[in-house]
């Protein structure tokens, strides 16, 4: 499995904890949605930056 794939899974499962208590201290839902919407285009920035390869230095 990918590093990106690991990473991936690990922030799926905060933002679904996450989720999880939002919704147990009664948030209403589009505010639940919407947390969830930008906490995942966070972890797909994250995980991009994290698993990037570095360009080959210019000889």
């Known amino acids: 499995m990918s590093s990106f794939a690991i990473y991936l899974i690990?922030?799926?499962l905060v933002i679904g904890g996450l989720a999880y208590v939002a919704w147990m201290l009664h948030t209403p839902p589009h505010w639940l949605a919407?947390?969830?919407v930008v906490l995942l285009g966070l972890g797909i920035?994250?995980?991009v930056k994290a698993t990037r390869r570095r360009d080959p230095?210019?000889?």
């Open 10 to 12: 690990g922030m799926l």
């Open 34 to 36: 919407a947390g969830v």
């Open 45 to 47: 920035l994250g995980a």
């Open 57 to 59: 230095p210019e000889s």
